[in-house]
């Protein structure tokens, strides 16, 4: 018996060793794969510091562009604003200018007609006028000739005046 105790014994310490054997196995396999996976993460780390950083600096960028933008906006508010009020004076003198052509129109009408309505008495007020300022034209030569040419010009004048009359009438007819 003491054999058989022996021999438990070997077997325990042969199970024991096979046991230690492959729990050292597996405890190497373990901590190449938790290395393998802390190189992974050490990777990681730097992959995201970068990321981060590169965020950061792009997050800058992003409030500035926003800034730029809302003071350009600011501006182009005012210069929106300047236009539109000019454009509101412009339409205000369009609107002015509208309403000067229309008066024109009325006022040129209205003399149009009146002018149509009364040709006829403007053709003798323009023929008397004529004849008026010849006649003066004629005193006016005649006081400065001497008496006995003074006589003979103004029948040539006065024979004259006739003609350019008649010239006048015959032309409005």
């Known amino acids: 018996m003491i054999i058989i105790?022996?021999?438990s014994v070997a077997v325990i310490?042969?199970?024991?060793?096979?046991?230690v054997i492959s729990l050292t196995k597996t405890l190497k396999s373990v901590k190449e794969t938790l290395d393998s996976v802390s190189n992974t993460l050490d990777s990681l780390e730097k992959q995201l510091q970068g990321v981060t950083g590169e965020t950061t600096m792009l997050l800058?960028?992003?409030?500035?562009?926003?800034?730029?933008?809302?003071?350009?906006?600011?501006?182009?508010?005012?210069?929106?604003?300047?236009v539109q009020g000019v454009g509101q004076a412009v339409q205000g003198i369009g609107n002015t200018v509208s309403d000067l052509n229309t008066s024109l129109e009325k006022v040129s009408r209205s003399v149009s007609s009146a002018?149509?309505?009364?040709?006829?008495?403007?053709i003798q007020i323009v023929q008397w006028g004529t004849a008026l300022k010849e006649l003066?034209?004629?005193?006016?030569?005649?006081?400065?000739k001497t008496a006995n040419t003074a006589a003979s010009s103004?029948?040539?004048?006065?024979?004259?005046?006739?003609?350019?009359t008649q010239q006048l009438e015959s032309g409005r007819g």
Do not use: C, P
Not at 13 to 19: K, Q, T
Not at 60 to 70: G, P, R, S
Not at 136 to 144: A, I, L, P, T, Y
């Open 136 to 144: 003066k034209d004629k005193w006016m030569s005649d006081k400065k």
């Open 115 to 122: 002018v149509v309505r009364n040709e006829d008495k403007i």
């Open 5 to 7: 105790l022996y021999l």
């Open 60 to 82: 800058h960028k992003t409030n500035a562009l926003a800034e730029d933008i809302q003071q350009k906006t600011e501006k182009l508010e005012t210069v929106v604003d300047g």
């Open 13 to 19: 310490a042969i199970a024991f060793l096979i046991l």
């Open 154 to 164: 103004y029948r040539d004048d006065s024979s004259e005046v006739m003609v350019r």
